[in-house]
């Protein structure tokens, strides 16, 4: 029985299955909010599904003159690490599976070996467009990736702890938003930036470069590219949610505090004009600024008593 | 050896930011780019040989079909081409029936690139708001002409369809509404800062570069150039109600915006001036079958600038020459002036502030 | 300078209680305009057999067959594939016998038969469908011929 837990818990519930479904169930909810948003109907509720098992069941082309392995591995890789990190954030409102002191680190670290070998995928081909969407990807990575880590280490400074469990604990009585707006902020937009969302989808503008990195993916390697971003988007709202909306206690808080943020989130991917490259790394490095100000005040005032 | 090499992006004939085909090759340095080379031609369909074995009046269909944006203006510029050459003039009536139809074209194919030019920015929500807007003077023109696209509204000697007051009212109301909408874009446009950072500085062509390149229509306007055809050399029934020329000097993509959605409002004023001041009488005269034997030439302002028609007949009941030249050809020369030096992120919005039509272009 | 961010916002929160303004066709429809070109339709009675209609038809999608001319009996053998809608014809026709219905505009199907049509009183196609088969020999593209 020892061993079937943790299998059941990797494979099922909450990671493993259950957190894919709720990802494309999550970007169906966001495909359909910015739909609403933009006075369309937008898709059915089974189109992220459908598109996934379509590209699951078809042929992957592997283009000449590339590394192979690299091209199949990489979408592996990518879901592998989103899988993972998923594990150590409190799913559904239940503890995380696993825990340890800096797990934090851990799971933003995974999150980016996702982003990262999105860039190595695009970087293998020989893809014009894809080199120039690798290149991208990478600019954007170490743009948002700072000021990103620095809006989830605020509540972990004032909660005292690397541990997510632990901070998702302190949190439940400590509404963080209403101390540390700006790092909400900054990590909602660096959410959107990590997924590559309007106005930060510069790395995959289609009317640019295409689909960027991903150009010359088509089959199986796709829809695992696309299972890892739905992932990630769980994930990141997970970590959102209970970093700054007052922690996740509950199956009922989980949905309601991940679904509000994704609202919020829909509406800025629809109020903006793309961001050039140069113009996202800009933004961020005004961001990190701002956040190094919020930081230089929580020392100040002493930390905790926040 | 590898440094002398260059990295070319292209873009198109099949190319997501393109929805009708042309080659684009841009030479980049890192993100900036260096030079640009078009190569057009994809979309040729041999429109001009084939006017050649129809007759006038089949002509007229054939033609208007060259595009879907602008079909009237197809039409229109066909149209007084071979009344010119058969010395035939239309009813003033029609003429501002024809009039009416082209300024709500014009209407309808701003909108249009509003849209894609701001989805080419990424801008997808302003895209779908002015399409949805779109919708209204589309359901107008289904509603005066019969047809969403090729209105169809001309015939040699005249028009099909009369404006009673049910579709002056509808007019009316579709216009009344567009205007507000248009206030609300134009005020999107020229003051959001994720926009303007998008457009403003963008692809500047200043006046000399643009009568240097030669670009017409709202390209020139935007660059400090009045011209016209509605105002230089009045058709239909633009000398009874004259325009005024809405001129910018910045040349860049903001003034490109700015001149298009200014230009709407004008038309909006036009619009609503002729259907107020409708003449009376008839609305076709009697065309023979058989034109003169002759060379004309007409020039219409598209949505995009100037369409010019050159007619020749040796009069017989089908024309001998039709060439078109369309305003999308004149415009591609400023591609090549205004983007080396930007950003790879810019092109497809310099891209799109051409409006370039491919289907008009290529024939 | 005005500095905003953000300006289309009233027009996403209005949308965001409000239906979409998608039509959910073909589950909803509206009337279509009175002036819609939509299918062809013919008066035998009027009709005197000048064929004004099919000399300036773009597309060649109207035949008018003559029977028998004195007795005024003709065929009209309509291509609706071929059909631009353009209402050239309509123009043309000095007899009033011509009209594009404004009802009848759905006409996709997915075989080329229900294109052909032929209109004129029952006898009359009679008489020239039997004609048609009696000739065995393929009948002549009409764009080609």
Known sequence: MEIIQPIITLLFFPAGLFVMGNGLAYLWVDRKLVAQYQNRIGPRWFQPLADVVKLLSKEEIVPTGIEAWLFNGLPLLALACALTAAVYVPLVGLQPAWSFQGDLIVTVYLLSVVTMSLALAGANTANRFSLIGAVRTLTQLFSYEAPFMLALLGPALVAGSWQ??????????????????IGCVV????????LELPPFDAPEAETEIVKGALTEYGGRGLALFQLAKAVELVV??????????????????????????????????????????????????????????QWLIIALLGGKTL | MLALEKFIVPIGPQHPALKEPGHFEFAVDGETVTSVNVRLGYVHRGIEKATEDRNWAQNLYLLERICGICS?????????????????????????????VAELERVHSHFLWLGVAAHEGGFDT???????????????????????VNYSANVLGGVKFDVDEKQRAAIQRGVDYLEERTHHYYKVVTTDSTFIRRTRGVGTLTTAQAEHVGVIGPMARASGIARDVRVDAPYAAYNLFPVNVVVETAGDLEARFVVRLKELLESYRLIREMVDNLPPGDLTVRMPRKVKE????????APRGEAFYFIKSNGGEKPERVKVR???????????????????????MILAGIDPCFSCNDR | MNFQVATMLSDILKSLFKRPITENYPYERRSTPDRLRGQLAWNPEKCTGCNLCSKDCPSNAIEVITIDRKAKRFVMEYHADRCTYCAQCVQNCRFDCLSLSHEHWELAALSKQPFNMYYGKAEDVQTHRKKLAESKMPKPDPVTA
Not at chain 2, 326 to 345: E, V
């Open chain 2, 126 to 148: 302003l895209f779908m708001y002015s399409w949805r807007d779109r919708e209204t003077i589309m359901d107008v023109l289904e509603g005066l002409t019969g047809n969403r």
């Open chain 2, 294 to 301: 002759g060379e004309a030439i007409s020039r219409i302002e």
């Open chain 2, 72 to 100: 009237h203006t197809h039409a229109l510029c066909y149209s007084l081409g071979v009344e010119a050459l058969a010395e035939v003039t239309a009813p003033p009536r029609a003429q501002v029936i024809r009039s009416l």
């Open chain 2, 326 to 348: 369309t305003p999308s050809l004149c415009n591609f020369m400023s591609i090549i002036a205004t983007a080396p030096g930007h950003q790879l992120a810019d092109m497809p």
């Open chain 1, 164 to 181: 997510i469990s632990t901070i998702n604990a302190f949190t439940g009585q400590h509404w963080l938003i209403l101390t540390q707006p």
């Open chain 1, 187 to 194: 990590a909602l937009v660096g959410l959107m930036g990590k």
């Open chain 1, 236 to 293: 990141g709202l997970t970590l959102i949610a209970a970093f700054y909306l007052g922690g996740i206690g509950n199956p009922i808080e989980f949905f309601v505090k991940t679904l509000a943020i994704l609202l919020v989130l829909a509406g800025l991917q629809s109020l903006f004009a793309r961001f050039r490259i140069e113009q996202t790394a800009k933004w961020w490095r005004f961001a990190a600024l701002l956040l190094l100000v």
